[in-house]
């Protein structure tokens, strides 16, 4: 008997195509046949998470043992009709089948049987016996064909998906990297079992969901399915994140032009004779078509938490973020379009089962930009809808606040509306109020002291610093074309400064400038702000959850909501569970590690980012549970003295007076301040005005990108 090579064997699993799923569903016997039937289709994953389901609970081992059975059996019929070699029909077959199986391990070995319900002596049963039958396949194809090839073949292209995550720099790389190190030739499917059991029980975020720490989302479009299994409940994205996406993985394009000339040119033919004038349209279906198994993956958690968890953020085209009647719609468009694509996924993940009652609905929430004060109307119509949000470019108090508000009286009217609400977050980005700190307070510092010079002491020590800085030299010429102030805004520039109130070319700037004393001063002064800005976003987001969710002030939210949009305590309690401080861009484990909370709050993590958490939490003598409710742990004061030395950190710490005034109404009375960023103001404040531009600049970029694909494939 010969076989073809492991890269043979991937190049044509690979290549190979999932039949469409249509309705109706065609006619299965029981559950193991619509897992084979649904495997051996090109559905392994959908197979898979058809187990994860309540009632499953009684009957698991049962539908594994049938499963077992009767694929033992496929595996023979498969073997006899071989001849001199497999068929790449059969290689992908059986490697289909193998896919499924090993899916189902995760599924079983993750967290998915607590969110179904599944007790864990029966979840453990069955995860026994489909690694023994693995072992028996294994066996079998080294007695059949000499090596256990397609196993193999099938493993390592799990693998090395994940490891295309962020180019390689991510938790899910380097757990793939992991699992390879520790597979065996000898023992194939027994090492790999034993490797993922063993990486996802150390795993900090597994065990930070699973013992109640709280939640956590991943900003990033791939490696879902295993942060899923680690407790991975809320997935960010946009079409940049959407961009990034396709760069990771470049046979996404050659998939996106496949799927858009056999489906979208039929039934928007419009968009391939003039792409241009539909550019957003088209830019919209890119990011579904890369998204769509971001809403797959998450199908599991949404249903069996009834809209609670599993949730994908969607950010809308932020041309119209401004726009109130075109968000809204272009929000309803595309809960529409998702709609009728999950309510065929729901039929075939759900079949068989007598609940959920309802199909389709969307694991949506739309990214509404607080850049602008019509955010608070978006979210207000969205949430009246059933659609949930995300609200992002936020970094205030103001914001946030202002925006939970709003939903909270959109949720109200849903329900009374007998709609449930969907989960709604209120993100708060930490990180880049941050970098917007630095940035503003290392500018300020340099102009200051500069003003006080003549204009060749001031020349001379920019030219030094651009020099220390490493300014291209047709950089440097377009500099000395500017005024001061945009000079030293550019040299400022996180992407110039590095973010680095410390670097050693600016601290000698200030220090030739004489404004702040010795370079040891200088050290000591930077120092002191570099330390205190690093937790500027932290404080934002404890004082949001403070104001929010404690339980005194939660209590007080749920009278106002039952008292002022007449609903029930029940419903007003519903509409409180359903809303969470998300906070998001973090630069550093400790952006996660004190923002911990077992209620209303998830993080949401870069796939890099993952990383350095987990690389934190293996160091010696970290303690998980010292970070339990960190979110309300107090921090150094001295760090808050400095930051209110700050006016935009200012902005972003305090209340509005009228923010101020309804906050007392409701009986929260503690000095939140009243010099926070006014609605008006949102668009001009600093984080607000950086981000926007650039999420702008990326969009259009993406939407070229997609064009230039479209207009390839145009006849």
Not at 276 to 284: C, F, L, N
Not at 338 to 346: F, G, Q, R, V
Not at 437 to 446: F, G, I
Request: charged share 25%; net charge neutral; with cysteine.
């Amino acid at each position: 008997m010969t076989i073809a090579s492991l890269s043979h064997i991937s190049e044509a699993v690979l290549k190979s195509k999932p039949k469409p799923l249509t309705l109706p569903t065609p006619i299965y016997v029981d559950h193991a046949d619509c897992m084979i039937k649904l495997s051996l289709d090109g559905h392994t994953k959908l197979a898979a998470d058809h187990i994860l389901h309540p009632e499953m609970g009684k009957i698991l081992n049962e539908v594994i043992g049938s499963l077992t059975r009767r694929i033992g059996f496929l595996f023979m019929e498969f073997n006899r009709g071989i001849g001199e070699y497999y068929s790449n029909d059969l290689i992908v077959s059986k490697s289909r089948i193998y896919d499924m199986l090993l899916e189902v391990v995760w599924n079983l070995m993750g967290i998915e049987p607590k969110w179904a319900s599944i007790p864990e002596a029966v979840s453990n049963r069955a995860l026994r016996t489909i690694s023994e039958f693995l072992k028996t396949c294994e066996y079998e194809e080294r007695k059949i064909i000499g090596s256990p090839s397609i196993l193999k073949s099938t493993i390592m292209i799990q693998l090395e998906k994940a490891m295309l995550v962020n180019k390689g720099n991510s938790m899910v790389a380097w757990m793939a990297n992991e699992m390879s190190s520790r597979i065996r030739d000898d023992n194939i499917a027994g090492s790999y079992v034993n490797a993922v059991r063993e990486l996802i029980n150390k795993n900090f975020y597994y065990n930070a969901y699973k013992n109640g720490l709280c939640k956590f989302g991943n900003d990033y479009a791939l490696g879902l399915r295993w942060l899923r299994h680690l407790g991975y409940v809320q997935v960010s994205t946009n079409p940049v994140l959407a961009s990034i996406a396709y760069n990771d993985d470049p046979s996404l394009w050659e998939s996106f032009k496949e799927y858009f000339k056999e489906s979208v040119a039929n039934t928007h033919p419009e968009w391939l004779r003039e792409p241009e004038k539909h550019a957003d349209d088209i830019a919209m279906e890119a990011t579904l078509f890369v998204l769509l198994e971001n809403f797959y993956v998450f199908r599991v958690p949404f249903l069996l938490s009834n809209g609670h968890d599993g949730l994908v953020s969607y950010q809308l085209n932020p041309l119209i973020a401004d726009d109130v009647e075109k968000s809204v719609e272009a929000a309803r468009e595309f809960a529409r379009r998702l709609e009728n694509t999950l309510k065929i996924y729901d039929s075939y993940l759900l079949w068989g089962y007598n609940w959920p009652m309802e199909k389709g609905r969307p694991n949506l929430v739309i990214k509404v930009a607080a850049a602008y004060p019509s955010s608070i109307e978006i979210a207000r119509r969205l949430n009246e809808i059933g659609i949930g949000q995300n609200i992002t470019l936020s970094y205030t108090l103001t914001q946030e606040l202002l925006t939970g508000i709003a939903a909270m009286e959109g949720m109200s009217k849903a329900i009374k509306k007998g709609i449930l609400p969907t989960q709604t977050y209120l993100t708060n980005m930490g990180g880049r109020l941050e970098d917007h700190l630095k940035e503003y307070v290392a500018a300020n510092l340099l102009i200051k002291a500069l003003s006080k010079l003549s204009v060749k002491e001031t020349e001379e020590i920019l030219d030094k610093l651009a020099s220390g800085l490493n300014v291209k030299s047709e950089v440097f010429e377009e500099l000395k074309k500017k005024s001061l102030k945009e000079r030293v805004e550019m040299l400022t520039d996180r992407k110039i400064l590095g973010g680095n109130l410390l670097n050693d070319a600016y601290v000698e700037a200030l220090v030739s400038s004489r404004a702040y004393g010795s370079k040891q001063e200088v050290v000591n002064m930077l120092t002191s702000l570099n330390d205190a800005i690093k937790l500027a976003g932290t404080f934002v987001a404890k004082r949001v959850y403070e104001i929010m969710f404690t339980p005194n002030n939660r209590q007080k939210w749920i009278d106002y909501i039952s008292r002022e949009f007449g609903v029930s305590r029940d419903e007003a309690e519903t509409i409180m569970d359903r809303i969470d401080l998300l906070p998001a861009s973090k630069r550093k484990p400790a952006d996660t590690l004190l923002t911990l909370s077992s209620r209303n709050l998830t993080n949401t993590e870069f796939p890099n980012h993952q990383l350095d958490v987990l690389r934190e939490s293996l160091k010696d003598g970290f303690e998980i549970e010292s970070f339990k409710e960190s979110i309300i742990q107090s921090l150094d004061k001295k760090y808050l003295e400095t930051l209110m030395s700050i006016e935009d950190f200012v902005k972003a710490y305090e209340a509005t007076p009228k923010l101020k005034e309804f906050l007392e109404k409701i009986g929260i009375k503690d000095d939140y301040g009243t010099r926070g960023v006014e609605t008006v103001d949102w668009p001009n404040y600093g984080p607000c005005s950086k981000t926007l531009k650039e999420f702008t600049r990326a969009y259009l970029d993406f939407r070229e990108k997609v064009l230039s694909v479209v207009i390839e494939i145009k006849p």
